[in-house]
């Protein structure tokens, strides 16, 4: 299966703590998202790549959050000083943009997170 | 600004019902693109279908079909004779001309008992 893949699929983490989440997407998908979904909510969007350059991340929820696609291939996403207002689900998705009509984004499994 | 709205949290039907899951947005851009997604209990989320602004046409994809009308801007989804493993949560999605930035519904959760 080349579906997005993502790891951990479960994180439990201590208050303060920093925490970070892989995702590896389709691999001929040249943009890379990443959600956060909470209890009975849809995602939410944080920040996108297309390649290696983060195009959006004014969405990122606070400077304790950030992301990197360092070789336009898999992405990291590292939480600081994690708080318990963190705990969700966090999903990943990728697309392939090629200038045409808008892409599809299909989604990993999520890694769940929670801060006790 | 955009907007997604599902007004309803949560349907329960019995086998081989159908069932309708309303979704209404809001949107100033003259292009954009509507999707489905349903998130069954494994948590994932799969795409269903994706419809831009242009094409007001209905769809059918066997027991699926999605009625899109701008004049109501709406996109609705119908399971014809529900089953079972259509138990899920399905969300209604709004993106812009650049697809950066994809706005969700709060999702309805659809419970088909047998």
């Known amino acids: 299966d080349t579906g997005v893949s993502q790891d951990p699929r479960h994180k439990i983490t201590k208050r303060g703590q920093n925490v970070t989440f892989r995702c590896d997407p389709i691999?001929?998908?040249?943009?890379l998202y990443w959600y956060r979904q909470t209890l009975g909510q849809g995602p939410e969007f944080l920040t996108y790549?297309?390649?290696?350059?983060?195009?959006?991340k004014s969405r990122l929820l606070s400077d304790r959050f950030s992301a990197e696609r360092p070789k336009g291939s898999f992405s990291t996403l590292e939480i600081q000083r994690t708080e318990q207002g963190d705990s969700a689900m966090y999903l990943c998705?990728?697309?392939?943009?090629?200038?045409?009509?808008?892409?599809?984004?299909?989604f990993g499994p999520g890694t769940r997170l929670t801060v006790l | 600004a955009q907007k997604v709205t599902q007004a309803q949290t949560e349907i329960s039907v019995v086998e081989k019902e159908d069932v309708t899951l309303d979704c209404v947005y809001e949107?100033?851009?003259?292009?954009?693109?509507l999707f489905w997604y349903k998130q069954p209990p494994s948590g994932e989320l799969v795409f269903l279908i994706r419809?831009?602004?242009?094409?007001?046409q209905n769809e059918i994809s066997g027991r699926y079909s999605w009625n899109f009308q701008k004049s109501t801007s709406s996109f609705n989804f119908t399971i014809t004779a529900s089953q079972v493993v259509d138990s899920a949560v399905y969300f209604c999605?709004?993106?812009?001309?650049?697809?950066?930035?994809?706005?969700f519904g709060a999702g309805t959760r659809l419970t088909v008992k047998p």
């Open positions: 790549f297309q390649n290696e350059a983060q195009l959006e």
């Open positions: 998705a990728s697309s392939l943009a090629d200038g045409g009509d808008t892409d599809t984004q299909y």
């Open positions: 419809r831009n602004s242009f094409d007001e």
């Open positions: 691999s001929e998908h040249n943009r």
């Open positions: 949107t100033r851009d003259t292009t954009y693109y």
């Open positions: 999605a709004l993106s812009g001309e650049n697809n950066n930035d994809m706005r």
